[in-house]
C-alpha cells in the first residue's frame, strides 16, 4: 500500500514538473519513479558485481606500462564530487556515468594553497601544472611571492616551470582549449608567471599600485614569452585584453588595453615572419574553415571576455557563431597530432565553476555534460596504447544533494517532502551564495518555493548564506585516467604529484627516468 502512494505521488510530481519544464526544451526529460524490476532481485545485484569484478581483474592483470607520446589533461574548474553525481542525474539517473567516471583508475587530489585552506584557481594552476604550490591569487610563481607583490614575481628564481615547458623542452607541441578567457586564471598556469591572476592586461596592473613596465601582464605574457609564444593551439575567449580599449573587435566590442598596442596583429606578424603557417580565428564557422593540414599555429580568440555558456549556446542560438567546448577540444588534437614527437594539451571546462558561483546550478551541469562529452571525444580520437588523459578538478563548490529525492526525479526538482516550516526546498542547494534572496525574505522568512520557477536554467538555487557571489569549498576532487600508467593515478595525493606522475609517464621534465 505504502508503494502504491509513493509512486502515485511521483507520478503526480512528474505531471507537475512536465508543465513546468514546457517553456524550457533543453531540459531533461522529466522522469517519473519506476522502481526497475530487476532492482528488486538479489541475482541482479550479485551479476553486477561480478561483471565489475571480471572488468577490474583484467583491468589489473594487463597494465598499461607503455611510456605516453601524447598527455591530455582535462580540468573540469570548480567540479566537485558533488558536481559530477549531480551530472549523472541530470543526464538520466544515478545508476549512469559520465564518460570519465568509465576511465579504470581514480584517486583523490588535496587541493590547498600554501597560505589558505580553501583555494582558487590560481593556486591551484601552478600546483597541478607544475607540482608547486604557491599563494592564493598567484600564478606559476612559488609561495615565496604574495598575491600584489609589485616586485617579487620578476625575480625568475620563484619562477615554476609547467608541464607545457617540460613537454616544449622535449620537441613536443603542446596547446590549450579553455571556455574562460585564455589569460584567466587556470590555462594562464600553463604558461603564465604574475603576482596576481587579474593582471590580464596592462591597466589591471597599474589599477592595483603596480607598473605594467616592470611587471609583464598575462596576455604580453602569452604572446612575447618562451612557452606562450610557442604554443601551436590557443583556443578560448578573451580577445578584449589583448586589443586596446580605442579599438573594436570583430564583433563591435572594445578592447581594454591602454598601451596602443594589437597583441594578436603582433602575434600573426611574428609568426609570418618566422615562416610560420600561423591562423587567427574570431568565430565558429572561421574555425571549421581552417585547414588544419596546412596550420602550424592556431589562435582562436571567440568572445571579448569568457565564451558563453554550453547550455546558452543552443537556446541562444549561438551554436553557429561560438564554438563548443568538444568542437575546440577536437581541432586542437587534430593539429597536434601532426607532431611525430607527440603532444600536450591543456583542456578546461571553465563555466562549470563560474555558474556555481552565480548559483546557475542547472547551466553549471550543462557545461558539466559538455565537458564530459568533450573527454569522451579525445578518447575516441586518441589510442589508450600511447596517450594518457586525466581529467581532475582545481577545487570544488559549496552545492550539495540533500533531502530524498525520488529516483530519476528531476535534480532541479523540489526535494518530495517539506521541511519542518511547512514549506519546500530545493534537491540542489548552496552553502552561501547569491540564491539566499530567492530562498530567504527578511519580511516573511523562507520564501514558498512552490512560486517559483525552478526548471529556468537562470533559476539561483537556495543558499544558507547570502554573498554575492558563491565561495569554494575545500574538500578534495576526484582524479580520473586512462592510457599509460594510468594505475599511478590511485589513491589520495598532494594535488601537486599530478604533473609529477604526468611528467614521469612521457618521461620530460624533472621527472623523466634519467632524472630520478
Partial sequence: MRSGVLLLISLLLAVASAEKDHDHPNLPRPRTYTQATEEAETQFWVDKAQDILAHKLQTYNQLNTNKAKNIIMFLGDGMSVHTVTATRDFMGDSSMQVSFEKFPYTGLSRTYAVNKRTPDSAATATAYLSGVKGNYGTIGVNAQVPKYDCFKANDTSTHTESLAKWAQDAGKWAGLVTTARVTHASPAGVYAHTAARSWEYDEAIVKDGCSAEVNVDIARQLVEWPVGKELRVVMGGGRQNFRDKTVNDEEGLPGLRSDKRDLIKEWLENKRSEKKAAEYVWSKKGLEMVDISKTEYLLGLFSSSHCPYYGDLKRDRLENSDPSLSLMTQKAIELLSKNDKGYFLF?????????????????????????????????????????????????????????????????????????????????LSYANGPGYSKAFSSKTG??????????????????????????????????FASGPFAHYFSGNYEQTT???????????????????
Fill in 347 to 427: 583542456v578546461e571546462g571553465a563555466r562549470i565553476d563560474m555558474a556555481h558561483h552565480s548559483s546557475y546550478a542547472h547551466k553549471s551541469l550543462e557545461d558539466t555534460e559538455e565537458f564530459a562529452r568533450a573527454i569522451e571525444l579525445a578518447r575516441q580520437m586518441t589510442s589508450e596504447e600511447d596517450t594518457l588523459i586525466v581529467v581532475t578538478s582545481d577545487h570544488s563548490h559549496t552545492m550539495s544533494l540533500n533531502g530524498y529525492p525520488y529516483r530519476r526525479q528531476n535534480i532541479f526538482d523540489l526535494a518530495p517532502a517539506l521541511a519542518e516550516d511547512g514549506l519546500p526546498y530545493t534537491i
Fill in 498 to 516: 599530478i604533473p609529477a606522475l604526468m611528467a614521469h609517464i612521457a618521461n620530460i621534465g624533472p621527472f623523466a627516468e634519467d632524472k630520478l
Fill in 446 to 479: 523562507r520564501v514558498d518555493l512552490n512560486t517559483v520557477d525552478t526548471q529556468d536554467p537562470k533559476y539561483r538555487f537556495m543558499s544558507t548564506t547570502p554573498m554575492s557571489s558563491e565561495t569554494h569549498g575545500a574538500e578534495d576532487v576526484g582524479v
